[in-house]
């Protein structure tokens, strides 16, 4: 069974500060990972990884995948409250065919204090 | 283009009740997912669409819920008999045909409290 682990479950920093979040997977049928934001409601979408070692970079977001060693760290510098949500990794595998779906690890609780 | 849109957005029903939700996908978009989600943890994946074919479903979907997508366009998710291990946000999402099939938007959800 696909297996995707996050840590740390919860992390509290203050504003400025610099936070990196893991995420591990074991999976059969890698084709990509995902990083997702989710505050009250939906998930939204961050990040799609699909090659080791390129960093994908949004504002003071960014994220590196290692497909050797099955994990990514998603790193957001200069930590702002509007940064307080839970940051959930996703894996996506192929099921046979064009079948895939995204299996998701727990999330990482990032909560910013000013 | 709205978005995914879900509704109810909330349903408290009593234990042993049938419930049933919706979901609008992104118009252009053929693959269609519905996710669990409880308290603390991520989303569980429930099954998976493409156009009007049920491609996949997971083993947490028991006999008591049902998925369609009649036309190809919204989608439905039944559960029958409610337990209270039913409680919980239930996640639509749609991804595109092709470019960045893996790149799911969501819904807000349906908050499901079973009393």
């Known amino acids: 069974e696909d297996k995707v682990v996050q840590s740390p479950l919860s992390l509290v920093v203050h504003e400025g500060d610099t936070v990196t979040l893991n995420c591990s997977y074991e999976?059969?049928?890698?084709?990509?990972l995902l990083w997702y934001k989710q505050e009250k409601k939906a998930p939204t979408f961050l990040f799609m990884l699909?090659?080791?070692?390129i960093e994908k970079k949004s504002g003071r977001l960014s994220s590196i995948l290692d497909k050797k060693e099955l994990f990514s760290i998603l790193n957001i510098t200069a930590t702002q409250t509007g940064d307080s949500a839970v940051y959930l990794c996703a894996v996506e595998a192929s099921s046979g065919g064009s079948n895939y779906k995204l299996t998701f690890g727990k999330g990482t609780l990032l909560t910013v204090n000013p | 283009d709205t978005g995914v849109s879900q509704n109810p957005r909330h349903k408290i029903t009593k234990r042993g009740q049938n419930v049933t939700f919706r979901c609008d996908p992104i118009?252009?978009?053929?693959?269609l997912y519905w996710y669990r989600q409880t308290l603390g943890q991520g989303p569980e994946f429930l099954t998976y669409?493409?156009?009007?074919?049920?491609?996949?479903k997971s083993r947490l979907l028991s006999d008591r819920f049902s998925a369609e997508r009649p036309k190809g366009s919204f989608s439905t998710l039944e559960i029958q008999r409610t337990e209270q291990g039913d409680s919980a946000m239930y996640l639509c999402a749609s991804s595109p045909r092709q470019i960045r099939a893996n790149v799911l938007t969501f819904g807000a959800g349906s908050r499901l409290t079973v009393l």
């Open positions: 118009s252009e978009h053929n693959r």
């Open positions: 999976v059969t049928n890698f084709r990509s």
């Open positions: 699909t090659s080791s070692g």
């Open positions: 669409f493409q156009n009007e074919a049920q491609l996949e």
